[in-house]
């Protein structure tokens, strides 16, 4: 049953959409503050598409993650109160939250820079350097690096595949689709 592959076309038809830079810089921005889905949706079908804008479009993600950050950084600084029921005891991010409240207390401005590889939402850590009042000159260069090079490392290899990869995961999209959607039936009945 071929239900990924439309949706997979349509992806790659926006990616080349003109104002696709603009949603892109959008969504790294929110995504480090507020928003649960990673650029890297984007990024990847965008650097694939378009090669030789594949720089310029990690160095966008890297700039808009970074100022989301910021305003993530302001919200843990100066809004505590507000999210508090989503972070506190009982929230859906408190899990996250502790983990990333103890990645700053073992590694400090290192956790940082670890967040942009890591599994835990980017905006965790952001709001969580606010609340901790971390050094803010710190917090943006790790940042800065830690989201610059998981975005550039991103666009390369796609740039590097460029479309003929484009059109070998055309083929084999159907099946790498059910097999992730099995995956994750099978981790939440497992759970």
Request: proline share 7%; glycine share 8%; charged share 15%.
């Amino acid at each position: 049953m071929r239900l990924f592959s439309p949706l997979y076309d349509r992806v790659m038809r926006w990616s080349r959409h003109r104002h696709a830079p603009w949603y892109l810089a959008g969504l790294s921005f929110a995504e480090s503050s507020f928003f649960p889905i990673p650029p890297d949706v984007m990024l990847a079908p965008m650097s694939m598409a378009q090669p030789a804008r594949a720089w310029r479009f990690a160095a966008l993600t890297t700039a808009a993650s970074v100022l989301g950050g910021l305003l993530g950084y302001l919200i843990g600084q100066f809004a505590y109160e507000l999210i508090a029921p989503f972070v506190g005891q009982g929230g859906h991010y408190h899990e996250a939250f502790s983990r990333a409240e103890a990645w700053f207390d073992r590694w400090g401005v290192w956790a940082v820079f670890l967040a942009g590889f890591s599994p835990i939402p980017y905006k965790v850590f952001t709001i969580t350097a606010g609340v901790l009042s971390m050094a803010l000159l710190p917090f943006v260069l790790a940042s800065a690096v830690g989201r610059g090079t998981r975005f550039f490392l991103v666009a390369a290899l796609m740039a590097w595949g460029g479309p003929p990869m484009e059109q070998r995961l055309r083929q084999w999209v159907d099946a790498l689709g059910w097999l992730v959607l099995g995956l994750v039936v099978l981790v939440l009945v497992l759970r």
